[in-house]
């Protein structure tokens, strides 16, 4: 996604970009660079939006900024793991995004100790078919917006097993 400032618009599409990020994750700038934040909000009951943030240095994210207008293969798997802690089993996503220029892995963990937060996140997840993917450099700039799928019934099995 390349970002320009037209003379017309009093915001560039960068700027508004921006601000979209900043509105699903106000707590942006606390967060640790090389980590993934996610936010669950509901369009309607029968519309959860699943939204992850992937903030990364410049080693992580080369890829995106060697070339940023490249073309972004994405892939969401997921596995379930034991929590640390000894109550229930976490749910793992893990992203892949090919580039032309290298491949790019994050992971992320929906801790699994609160039953009822889990049974929430499941419910959304058999609900969805993509999530929103943001990718930000250390400063807390928008590099790319992705669209993920989601195939629901390829990781029904490990769902259940939370």
Same mark, same amino acid.
């Given at each position: ?6 003379? &017309?618009?009093? =915001?560039?599409?960068?700027?508004k970009v921006q601000q979209e990020m900043m509105k699903l994750f106000p ?15 509901? &369009?309607?009951?029968?519309?959860? %939006?699943?939204?992850? =943030? ?5 080693? +992580? ?10 073309? %972004? ?8 793991q034991p929590n640390k802690y000894g109550k229930g089993k976490d749910l %793992? ?6 580039? $032309? ?10 801790v699994g100790d609160d039953p009822d937060w889990m049974r929430t996140y %499941? $419910?959304?997840?058999? +609900? ?15 590099? +790319? ?7 629901? +019934? ?5 769902? &259940?097993? =939370?």
């Open positions: 996604m390349l970002f320009k400032k037209t003379p &017309k618009d009093s =915001l560039s599409e960068q700027e707590s942006v700038h606390s967060l640790p660079i090389n980590s993934v934040a996610h936010t669950l909000y509901y &369009k309607s009951p029968a519309h959860p %939006v699943l939204t992850f =943030l992937i903030i990364g240095n410049n080693d +992580k994210l080369m890829p995106f900024i060697i070339d940023p207008v490249a073309e %972004v293969h994405t892939r969401a798997s997921a596995y379930a %793992v996503i893990r992203f892949e995004f090919a580039l $032309s220029e290298g491949i790019a892995i994050f992971e992320t963990i929906l %499941v $419910s959304a997840l058999k +609900k969805m078919d993509s999530f929103m993917v943001w990718i930000v450099d250390a400063q807390r700039n928008v590099l +790319k917006v992705l669209r993920t799928n989601w195939d629901y +019934k390829m990781h029904k099995h490990i769902l &259940k097993s =939370l």
